[in-house]
T-cell receptor, first 110, second 112 residues
């Protein structure tokens, strides 16, 4: 079992839709949770960085962590074609050995 | 603020040859990471430095991979000798202590 799992997609949505991206993890010691966006042939770009359970909002993006079910979510409101990318979730216990999911490919159609 | 710089951007070598990658992190970032990303997969941590010291290299194939970070700033990752399965993108990232990581553009390595 991988420590962080994501549905690889692809996920295709129309412009303006609310997008929900999800990950599950197995290591109950994970305390820090991140979402990255990666465009083709680019390095990952940090979108959200959260600690423990709860919600964090930044513009059109909301990250949600439920430690009781080991579930991580990223919501994108009013999705745009420019949001088309691969979204990676990642976790670590506190500064060491970040584990990434394989990524979910998202396509937002104009 | 300048981002993480990496070079070269692309490299093609034959198996059994050697190759080196260079990374310059964001100024002031104490922690530097090297990742390997194979097509269709998430980045896999190879080595993590805190200033000059190694804090995790458990997934670094030490028989062929080596990395150093001199003076706690720039870093180089070397592969010698390369194998076909080393074809991947090598990503460098940096962070303030245990904060979110900021990635460079990566080096795309093809081993033929």
């Amino acid at each position: 079992q991988k420590e962080v799992e994501q549905d690889p997609g692809p996920l295709s949505v129309p412009e303006g839709a609310i997008v929900s991206l999800n990950c599950t993890y197995s290591n109950s010691a994970f305390q820090y949770f991140m979402w990255y966006r990666q465009y083709s042939r680019k390095g990952p770009e940090l979108l959200m960085y959260t600690y423990s359970s709860g919600n964090k909002e930044d513009g059109r993006f909301t990250a949600q962590v439920d430690k009781s079910s080991k579930y991580i979510s990223l919501f994108i409101r009013d999705s745009q074609p420019s949001d088309s990318a691969t979204y990676l979730c990642a976790s670590h216990t506190g500064g060491f050995k970040t584990i990434f999911g394989a990524g979910t490919r998202l396509f937002v159609k104009a | 603020e300048a981002g993480v710089a990496q070079s070269p951007r692309y490299k093609i070598i034959e198996k059994r040859q050697s190759v080196a990658f260079w990374c310059n992190p964001i100024s002031g970032h104490a922690t530097l990471y090297w990742y390997q990303q194979i097509l269709g997969q998430g980045p896999k941590l190879l080595i993590q430095f805190q200033n000059n010291g190694v804090v995790d290299d458990s997934q670094l194939p030490k028989d062929r991979f080596s990395a150093e970070r001199l003076k706690g700033v720039d870093s180089t990752l070397k592969i010698q000798p390369a194998k076909l399965e080393d074809s991947a993108v090598y990503l460098c990232a940096s962070s303030l202590e245990s904060g979110g990581q900021y990635f460079g553009p990566g080096t795309r390595l093809t081993v033929t």
